[in-house]
């Protein structure tokens, strides 16, 4: 395991036992992933695309989807770590469930090789939970075992199907219809962007029972298989296989509900609390996945540059190329280490009782804030890769357009950053998430200077809000968003600092004075001084991790 930040942030928020375990897993999946996975997801990108088999040889409507064997072993590979089955059962070896920070770290290596297949993963892990946490016992044992299978029992693979055409975003107007029946329900209407649409197994799906009022108050959440027990079809139809531009591993289909079988989950007056409680679990799988493509960015561009010489010098010899990679560097870790913060947040209001309403807020905006900058690194860092490769890197032989491609849906899925950024006007509106968020930066900030500045620009902007109408807001959703994840990760720079590491001191002061000496005269030069410690871990104390 060759990723110390990373190990540096597990043990941070594992017992030892738990860490121990973990590592060795890590290991052995990351070996999979750069070995098995990444020359399969390499296939299924340029050759082995999921196609819609419509017909049957007797014309019948089957709506099947073909995989391709290689990208079937890796789900079958993938399922059999845990990654979703021990949030739900336990470990075997431990006699205990995992944690939260165990299934991501398996998704941040995931994501490094076949962020598409990450998808998938999600959304299992998403209907898991929904089954698991709102499902009645005869739901729970009719299908969780199957979806939190680790190859003891045939696995299904879920899904979750909101967004239809007249709606996107807006979930409220939604129209799929739930009839209720003598064994149950059926549903009636479509799903526009439906990912894993044939593969899955299950899908959480959310329909309006006859008679309930409009908007999301009116939606209701129904579990839906995909065929019937007898194998028949289960009466869902794909109209077609989306064309995307990337994450061609994910089958992201138009689909046609024309009364399939459904399972009601939990209060149908809570459907769509439900499933925004799913996709804030699926939002910080989001941000995993674009931590998971800045590192195998990083990894290129720094691999590449250590080999490629150019006037007679390798490429990172050059202070340009020292502070692109240093930059990368500082700006990947820092993130990664306030995703796994996060993690440890949302641990506690998932699964701890005793969680207050102020973390619960708090986790909500952590996850705004992180979801939409690590998708736009994302984008940003595999620009970069390319652009440190040259031509080579616009090459199909080489990973970077797959990397470049597959993280530029990072910034729609679960939520564009206009999404994100109302959602961050509504807990300031409705929850204070500002004066909750003050009150963590004032004890996380470790007395920085500059942290403290960025505070008070801050309390500076809400003033200012306070006296503007709605459209005011409105207009500053975004900066203000900006403005509060730059103070996130400037804390969580120095709390990493405060280990006493040298490098991550180092990292702390690259970062500090990047984001808030907004100048071009850059008469520090941290980031040629400090390259050698950051870039090349010479001297570091995380050395110790791998």
């Not at 209720?180 to 990912?195: C, I, T």
């Not at 001191?505 to 907004?518: G, M, R, T």
Request: glycine fraction near 6%.
């Amino acid at each position: 395991m060759q990723d110390a930040n990373l190990l540096f942030n597990l043990k941070k928020f594992m017992d030892d036992e738990l860490y121990e375990y973990t590592v060795q897993k890590l290991a052995e999946f990351q070996k999979l992933c750069f070995e098995e996975f990444d020359q399969r997801a390499a296939h299924t990108d340029r050759e082995g695309q999921p196609k819609l088999i419509r017909y049957d040889k007797f014309g019948n409507d089957v709506s099947e989807v073909w995989l391709n064997e290689g990208y079937k072993k890796t789900i079958a590979d993938t399922y059999e770590t845990g990654i979703v089955g021990y949030l739900h059962k336990n470990i075997p070896e431990l006699n205990r469930k995992a944690n939260y920070h165990y299934s991501y770290a398996l998704g941040y290596l995931l994501s490094q090789v076949e962020s598409g297949f990450y998808c998938p993963v999600t959304l299992t892990m998403a209907t898991a939970y929904l089954i698991d946490e709102y499902g009645d016992e005869e739901l729970k044992a009719k299908f969780l075992p199957h979806v939190i299978s680790t190859g003891d029992v045939e696995l299904y693979e879920g899904a979750t199907f909101l967004t239809e055409r007249q709606g996107g975003s807006d979930v409220g107007a939604n129209e799929t219809k739930a009839v209720r029946n003598v064994s149950g329900y059926r549903l009636y209407g479509e799903k526009y962007f439906a990912s894993n649409a044939g593969a899955c197994k299950v899908a959480a799906v959310l329909a309006r029972i006859e008679g309930a009022p409009a908007g999301t108050k009116g939606l209701s959440l129904f579990l839906v298989p995909w065929k019937k027990e007898d194998g028949t079809s289960n009466q869902i139809h794909i109209r077609r296989l989306k064309d995307k531009l990337g994450v061609r591993a994910v089958p992201s289909a138009e689909v046609e509900l024309n009364g399939a079988e459904a399972y009601l989950i939990g209060d149908p007056s809570r459907g769509f609390y439900y499933m925004m409680e799913a996709l804030n679990l699926s939002r910080i799988c989001n941000a995993i996945a674009s931590a998971g493509i800045m590192r195998r960015a990083y990894i290129e561009a720094k691999g590449y540059a250590d080999q490629r010489t150019a006037f007679g010098k390798r490429l990172t010899e050059s202070p340009m190329i020292q502070e692109t990679l240093c930059k990368m560097a500082v700006r990947q870790e820092i993130q990664t280490s306030a995703c796994f913060e996060l993690i440890q947040l949302f641990e506690k209001v998932m699964r701890e009782k005793e969680s207050t309403d102020e973390e619960k807020v708090l986790t909500r905006l952590f996850i705004a804030l992180l979801k939409a900058k690590t998708a736009e690194e994302a984008i940003e860092f595999s620009h970069e890769a390319i652009e440190m490769h040259g031509g080579n890197g616009y090459i199909e032989d080489f990973v970077t357009p797959r990397l470049l491609r597959d993280s530029q849906v990072l910034t729609v899925w679960e939520g564009t950053a206009n999404i994100l950024g109302l959602e961050v006007l509504r807990l300031i509106q409705k929850h204070d998430v500002h004066l909750t968020f003050l009150g963590w930066m004032r004890k996380n900030a470790c007395g920085s200077s500059a942290v403290n500045n960025g505070i008070r620009e801050l309390q500076d902007l809400l003033a200012f809000l306070e006296k503007q109408k709605e459209e005011g807001w409105n207009v500053h959703a975004k900066k203000l968003s900006v403005l509060m994840c730059d103070l996130l990760l400037s804390a969580i720079a120095l709390k990493d600092a405060h280990t006493g590491d040298q490098r991550k001191q180092a990292i702390a002061d690259v970062w500090l004075e990047d984001c808030w000496n907004k100048s071009y005269k850059d008469e520090k030069m941290l980031a040629i001084k400090y390259y050698d410690l950051i870039v090349e871990s010479k001297g570091s104390a995380l050395n110790a991790y791998i």
